[in-house]
């Protein structure tokens, strides 16, 4: 995933929250335009069953800001939220049905001091997105996929690599909050199949192509 044209508004961090810690930007861009942190889905494939009960995910609330920016989740599976700092923080919860969708607030849960740790469950009835954003700095959300279809949260090159994908075409689809992108890939029988998504298609305006 690629964003060459990412406006320095992007680019750059934000001011600092009440820990001192400047805002992440918008988005991570590499000096070759790869765009890390961001999901991507093939919603018409299953997540693969896990073998084993999977291991919990683990977050962090770390200099007001929630740690890592993205993440996915196994249906389920358990979620557990930690606090580093020496202050009390209340994490605001919102869901989406699909990236596409206006976020739904879910309630808030209360971190009361250095160590303290909260499980969130992951059951849904479909793919769902959860954002969580701190009370000390709300416009510095992190997000959640918790996806029964195939999920990937892009490396700090921007690339993602789904594995045992059967040959035909696949709805992909990319997001990089507020921007969603949908796009047909067909993948070959035999080989791999590369596929370059650029993000500036969907960044214009806010403008945005539902899955």
């Given at each position: 995933m690629?964003?060459?044209?990412?406006?320095?508004?992007?680019?750059?961090?934000?001011?600092?929250?009440?820990?001192?810690?400047?805002?992440?930007?918008?988005?991570?861009?590499?000096?070759?335009?790869?765009?890390?942190?961001?999901?991507?889905?093939?919603?018409?494939?299953?997540?693969?069953?896990?073998?084993?009960?999977?291991?919990?995910?683990?977050?962090?609330?770390?200099?007001?800001?929630?740690?890592?920016?993205?993440?996915?989740?196994?249906?389920?599976?358990?979620?557990?939220?930690?606090s580093?700092?020496?202050?009390?923080?209340r994490?605001?919860?919102?869901?989406?049905?699909?990236?596409?969708?206006?976020?739904?607030?879910?309630?808030?849960?209360?971190?009361?001091?250095?160590?303290?740790?909260?499980?969130?469950?992951?059951?849904?009835?479909?793919?769902?997105?959860?954002?969580?954003?701190?009370?000390?700095?709300?416009?510095?959300?992190?997000?959640?996929?918790?996806?029964?279809?195939?999920?990937?949260?892009?490396?700090?090159?921007?690339?993602?690599?789904?594995?045992?994908?059967?040959?035909?075409?696949?709805?992909?689809?990319?997001?990089?909050?507020?921007?969603?992108?949908?796009?047909?890939?067909?993948?070959?029988?035999?080989?791999?199949?590369?596929?370059?998504?650029?993000?500036?298609?969907?960044?214009?305006?806010?403008?945005?192509?539902?899955?």
């Amino acid at each position: 995933m690629i964003w060459p044209g990412a406006p320095a508004s992007a680019r750059a961090e934000g001011p600092r929250n009440p820990c001192g810690v400047a805002r992440r930007p918008r988005a991570s861009i590499s000096t070759l335009h790869g765009v890390s942190s961001a999901f991507v889905f093939i919603t018409d494939l299953p997540a693969p069953s896990p073998k084993a009960a999977p291991a919990p995910l683990e977050l962090v609330v770390r200099d007001c800001r929630i740690d890592p920016i993205a993440s996915i989740a196994i249906a389920g599976g358990d979620v557990r939220l930690a606090s580093l700092d020496t202050r009390a923080h209340r994490v605001a919860i919102a869901s989406r049905g699909v990236p596409s969708d206006p976020a739904k607030p879910l309630g808030s849960i209360d971190l009361a001091w250095a160590g303290d740790t909260v499980s969130l469950a992951s059951t849904a009835a479909k793919p769902i997105l959860l954002e969580l954003a701190p009370d000390t700095a709300p416009d510095d959300a992190s997000w959640i996929a918790i996806a029964e279809s195939r999920a990937a949260v892009t490396d700090d090159t921007g690339a993602v690599t789904f594995k045992a994908i059967p040959a035909g075409t696949h709805h992909v689809v990319a997001w990089l909050p507020p921007i969603v992108i949908a796009q047909d890939v067909d993948v070959a029988a035999a080989g791999s199949t590369d596929v370059t998504i650029d993000l500036g298609a969907g960044a214009g305006a806010g403008a945005a192509r539902a899955p």
